[in-house]
């Protein structure tokens, strides 16, 4: 449970509610929805190629992000990869972490999905939501960019947020991290979050992969198990689960579903493509001095898909301690598990007692987005007609020049 529910009835005193909009950017008193008399004269805004805009702002207030909803007209996969969103807590100069806007959202691989869970959610396949409780000691800005070389015609959001919210030194802040490894190295587990210094709470992780099938066909991709290194751990963990179905609350593989702590809202088999995600909400995962979490590229190697492995001519190995081929001619090799190579990708959330951490800086857009589907598919949406929203962004951009 994220919110207390007798906080639903106490008064709450010095604390005051803001929505920031297009209606109200700024999310003055008073001062939204001003344009065209208030009848709804600036519900959404053009976003050009290279620019920022600064979609909530708070500066000298304490306070916490309670939601952030939006929807945009170009919901691409090479665009939901090249918006990007940046978070500054307390007046920092550089922002404390930045993220594609799509896998921040849950939709890994740039892909389109209804689902609901407890952080985040996509009621109907067309926009984004997010629950997460954010704190600040001394103000806030989240600002979105347009990396990439179109327009984003139609961007729509609120950011709503309270002020004068009176926090302790128990305060921690919130961090989300992306990263993408295409492909992942042999034997070497993948890091959702590589390590980070300090007291905190890992609160989960949405993953995508992206199945190499040239090298190991249509075989079953999910035996990694999770790993999690907390408070000194070296060689070996202190958490650890069972394989990446189990890890996300289900077993012997994973098909498509969605609940409040787990899911896998894509599973497209037809194009060995697959979103989950795993928050710690009821389960937490706390830490005092540092946290790593990883995932093994393991697989398994099914009985009757042998011989046509075999034919593809690449070495597969074992894993275990000491690197070793696994001989695919041998129909009694067993544990039939194989370590592999695919494309990872991943944006994980947590708590930190500090505004910064040292992760590294976010992957440039040309590498977030490669191997994503066609460009070409930017404006082809069910269910808005390309002419409404050509239309539209036109007329914004002609009242943008008066």
Same mark, same amino acid.
């Given at each position: 449970?994220?919110?207390?529910?007798?906080?639903?009835?106490?008064?709450?005193?010095?604390?005051?509610?803001?929505?920031?909009?297009?209606?109200?950017?700024?999310?003055?008193?008073?001062?939204?929805?001003?344009?065209?008399?208030?009848?709804?004269?600036?519900?959404?805004?053009?976003? &050009? @190629? *290279?620019? =920022?805009?600064?979609?909530?702002?708070?500066?000298?207030?304490? +306070? %916490?992000?309670?939601?952030?909803?939006?929807?945009?007209?170009?919901?691409?996969?090479?665009?939901?990869?090249?918006?990007?969103?940046?978070?500054?807590?307390?007046?920092?100069?550089?922002?404390?972490?930045?993220?594609?806007?799509?896998?921040?959202?849950?939709?890994?691989?740039?892909?389109?999905?209804?689902?609901?869970?407890?952080?985040?959610?996509?009621?109907?396949?067309?926009?984004?939501?997010?629950?997460?409780?954010?704190?600040?000691?001394?103000?806030?800005?989240?600002?979105?960019?347009?990396?990439?070389?179109?327009?984003?015609?139609?961007?729509?959001?609120?950011?709503?947020?309270?002020?004068?919210?009176?926090?302790?030194?128990?305060?921690?802040?919130?961090?989300?991290?992306?990263?993408?490894?295409?492909?992942?190295?042999?034997?070497?587990?993948?890091?959702? &979050? @590589? *390590?980070? =210094?300090?007291?905190?709470?890992?609160?989960?992780?949405?993953? +995508? %992969?992206?199945?190499?099938?040239?090298?190991?066909?249509?075989?079953?991709?999910?035996?990694?198990?999770?790993?999690?290194?907390?408070?000194?751990?070296?060689?070996?963990?202190?958490?650890?689960?069972?394989?990446?179905?189990?890890?996300?609350?289900?077993?012997?593989?994973?098909?498509?579903?969605?609940?409040?702590?787990?899911?896998?809202?894509?599973?497209?088999?037809?194009?060995?493509?697959?979103?989950?995600?795993?928050?710690?909400?009821?389960?937490?995962?706390?830490?005092?001095?540092?946290?790593?979490?990883?995932?093994?590229?393991?697989?398994?190697?099914?009985?009757?898909?042998?011989?046509?492995?075999?034919?593809?001519?690449?070495?597969?190995?074992?894993?275990?301690?000491?690197?070793?081929?696994?001989?695919?001619?041998?129909?009694?090799?067993?544990?039939?598990? &194989?370590?592999?190579?695919?494309?990872?990708?991943?944006?994980?959330?947590?708590?930190?007692?500090?505004?910064?951490?040292?992760?590294?800086?976010?992957?440039?857009?040309?590498?977030?987005?490669?191997?994503?589907?066609?460009?070409?598919?930017?404006?082809?949406?069910?269910?808005?007609?390309?002419?409404?929203?050509?239309?539209?962004?036109?007329?914004?951009?002609?009242?943008?020049?008066?």
């Amino acid at each position: 449970m994220l919110y207390d529910p007798n906080s639903f009835f106490r008064k709450a005193k010095g604390i005051r509610t803001c929505w920031a909009s297009p209606e109200n950017p700024k999310a003055r008193r008073g001062k939204g929805g001003i344009p065209n008399g208030g009848r709804k004269g600036s519900p959404c805004l053009p976003l &050009l @190629p *290279g620019e =920022s805009y600064v979609m909530a702002d708070a500066s000298g207030v304490s +306070g %916490v992000v309670r939601r952030i909803w939006a929807t945009i007209s170009d919901r691409s996969p090479w665009m939901l990869r090249s918006l990007r969103l940046d978070f500054y807590w307390d007046q920092m100069d550089e922002p404390s972490f930045s993220v594609p806007f799509g896998d921040f959202f849950g939709h890994g691989l740039g892909r389109m999905y209804a689902f609901d869970s407890a952080l985040f959610s996509n009621p109907e396949g067309r926009s984004f939501n997010c629950f997460i409780p954010m704190p600040f000691k001394s103000g806030m800005k989240i600002v979105i960019t347009n990396e990439s070389d179109q327009p984003q015609p139609l961007l729509y959001y609120d950011v709503d947020y309270t002020v004068g919210d009176p926090h302790g030194e128990e305060m921690l802040y919130f961090h989300a991290h992306y990263r993408r490894e295409n492909r992942t190295s042999l034997r070497k587990d993948y890091a959702f &979050l @590589p *390590g980070i =210094s300090g007291e905190g709470r890992f609160l989960g992780v949405n993953a +995508g %992969v992206i199945v190499n099938t040239e090298d190991y066909l249509d075989t079953w991709w999910g035996e990694g198990e999770v790993k999690m290194y907390i408070d000194g751990d070296s060689e070996y963990p202190s958490l650890c689960g069972t394989g990446t179905e189990d890890y996300i609350g289900t077993a012997w593989e994973q098909g498509q579903y969605a609940t409040l702590y787990q899911g896998c809202p894509l599973a497209d088999f037809e194009n060995n493509q697959f979103v989950f995600y795993r928050y710690h909400i009821p389960d937490p995962v706390f830490f005092h001095e540092d946290i790593r979490v990883t995932i093994q590229q393991i697989g398994f190697c099914e009985f009757d898909k042998r011989e046509s492995l075999s034919k593809l001519g690449r070495k597969q190995y074992k894993p275990g301690a000491e690197k070793k081929e696994f001989d695919l001619s041998d129909p009694l090799e067993v544990p039939p598990y &194989l370590e592999r190579e695919d494309d990872f990708s991943s944006c994980a959330y947590f708590y930190l007692d500090s505004p910064e951490t040292t992760l590294p800086k976010l992957d440039p857009v040309a590498r977030r987005t490669e191997g994503l589907l066609d460009r070409s598919e930017t404006l082809a949406l069910p269910d808005v007609s390309s002419d409404f929203v050509l239309t539209y962004y036109q007329f914004m951009m002609d009242n943008r020049a008066k």
